[in-house]
């Protein structure tokens, strides 16, 4: 596989910010100037979205890190929004070595609801109509996801506004890298190897996230007892986006005591 498309700016420690489903690295570009004055900021493209080379539909969560891994430090703290929190979450179990603190934000150990073990999350049913919304018209279906990703924020327009402003700012993604995406969020279960993260954890919430419930957030810690929790009041999914200042800070906080 090709190299993924990355950037590098600032100086300090190192963070690596990995983007969620749909998007690409410039999700981030609000926060850069906070972050580069206190990190080497790492941001990176994941295959098949913004300026990276197209993945195979049958990618599998393995085959997705490993191109992450070849461009990444060898230690770093990562963090990862949604899709991205799973990738750095399964890098952090898998390999410890190369993660001094994991950030996850809106981003959970399996991503559907199960009711055989009340586990909150979309249900099958909304997860295969989006499915086949984005095989339909994937521009319709991501216009579709921005306003999602707002909805219940307090701030909903101005996230609206920059998710799409970013959105508008590359080229779709990729068929193959939409759907390779999808099916490793309806695939992937993460609950039984999250006992494997050696490192520190901050997680990252919105209480009103409409596509990550709220309810995750204690689900979630019945697995990773250790790890630190925020709750962003009144934001939706994109919390960074929301309330920037609130975000670093807690950033910040989780990275200097680690």
Not at 39 to 57: K, T
Request: glycine share 6%; proline share 6%.
């Amino acid at each position: 596989m090709t190299t993924p498309y990355f950037e590098v700016n600032g100086q300090g420690p190192e963070l690596v910010l990995l983007h969620g489903w749909g998007w690409h690295s410039g999700v981030w570009e609000t926060l850069l100037p906070t972050l580069t004055t206190q990190y080497r900021v790492i941001c990176i493209d994941l295959p098949g979205f913004g300026r990276s080379q197209a993945c195979g539909d049958a990618m599998q969560l393995d085959e997705l890190i490993e191109p992450l891994l070849r461009v990444a430090p060898a230690n770093a703290h990562w963090l990862g929004w949604s899709l991205g929190g799973v990738c750095a979450a399964q890098i952090a179990i898998h390999f410890p070595d190369r993660v001094r603190g994991l950030i996850q934000v809106a981003s959970t150990p399996y991503f559907l609801a199960d009711e055989g073990r009340a586990w909150p999350g979309m249900s099958s049913h909304d997860f295969r109509q989006f499915v086949h919304a984005v095989e339909e018209d994937k521009a319709s279906a991501l216009t579709r996801f921005v306003s999602l990703q707002a909805q219940g924020d307090s701030r909903a327009s101005h996230v609206r506004r920059l998710l799409r402003t970013q959105l508008d700012s590359q080229a779709l993604p990729r068929d193959e890298a939409l759907q390779a995406g999808l099916k490793i969020l309806q695939q992937t279960d993460l609950r039984s190897t999250l006992k494997h993260i050696t490192c520190p954890v901050l997680q990252c919430w919105g209480e009103q996230d409409a596509i990550v419930p709220i309810a995750c957030a204690q689900a979630t810690a019945y697995y990773l007892p250790h790890a630190k929790s925020v709750v962003f009041q009144q934001s939706g999914h994109a919390p960074f986006l929301s309330q920037p200042e609130k975000f670093t800070t807690s950033l910040s906080q989780f990275i200097n005591e680690t």
